[in-house]
């Protein structure tokens, strides 16, 4: 399913940019929302040089879209539930095929880590989306004219930098414990496998949650398929 808009709304306001290369940036946006999706293209496609070319709420469409017409970025969720592409796994298929796009993840995720594992996939950036608006369109901005460096909101600002991974902050005893839960092991599991308690695995994993700001198991699941799989 797409929607494309092909004129921006008078009534949002756009402050004066300048163009790069004289035209407007053209932008696809892919959100399985549909009302995330209409409203970041209505969004950027309000700003004085962007141009939205289509927004898509599946990869399906995304990718007929991209074969068929060339565009400068894709703004892109980071979950995409029931796709078989979503993640840091979108990003490399994106990055493989099309080398000179410029792909910006869009997504509620907080986490240092999934900055990362999409930097390391191929992304140009990242931002969350509890983000001020105007600094997703500051992001395309960036990515278009910078698109050899990686950008991300640091102190209320689109910032060039180069992100670490979170697994950093674990001991080795917590990372031992997410390698075995990422091969589909429950927790009692891999107790009797490292021949720790139960109470032990859970605490690792707790605290192991807690350094990566994961909040729930999906997130935790999440982490794991993009951590372990790349």
Not at 137 to 142: E, Q
Not at 196 to 218: E, G, I, P
Request: aromatic share 4%; glycine share 4%; proline share 3%.
């Amino acid at each position: 399913m797409s929607s494309v808009l092909r004129s921006e709304d008078p009534s949002t306001p756009a402050r004066k940019v300048r163009l790069i290369n004289g035209r407007k940036i053209r932008v696809v946006v892919l959100d399985d929302h549909p009302v995330v999706t209409f409203g970041t293209a209505m969004m950027l496609g309000a700003q004085q040089d962007m141009h939205v070319e289509a927004s898509f709420q599946d990869v399906t469409s995304l990718q007929s879209a991209l074969r068929e017409d060339a565009c400068d970025v894709v703004v892109a969720d980071f979950h995409l539930p029931g796709e078989t592409l979503d993640g840091a796994a979108l990003v490399r298929h994106l990055r493989a095929r099309y080398p000179d796009l410029a792909i910006v993840v869009y997504s509620s995720d907080t986490g240092a880590d999934t900055e990362f594992a999409v930097w390391r996939a191929g992304a140009n950036a990242f931002v969350c989306k509890r983000s001020s608006p105007s600094l997703l369109s500051d992001t395309v901005r960036a990515v278009r004219a910078r698109p050899r460096s990686f950008h991300a909101v640091r102190g209320g600002a689109v910032c060039t930098v180069l992100p670490e991974s979170a697994d950093d902050q674990l001991t080795l005893s917590e990372l031992e414990v997410m390698r075995h839960l990422s091969q589909g092991l429950s927790v009692v599991q891999v107790a009797n496998k490292i021949h720790r308690s139960k109470q032990t695995v859970s605490s690792h994993k707790r605290s192991a949650m807690h350094k990566l700001q994961l909040a729930d198991d999906m997130s935790l699941a999440l982490y794991l398929k993009n951590r372990f799989a790349i």
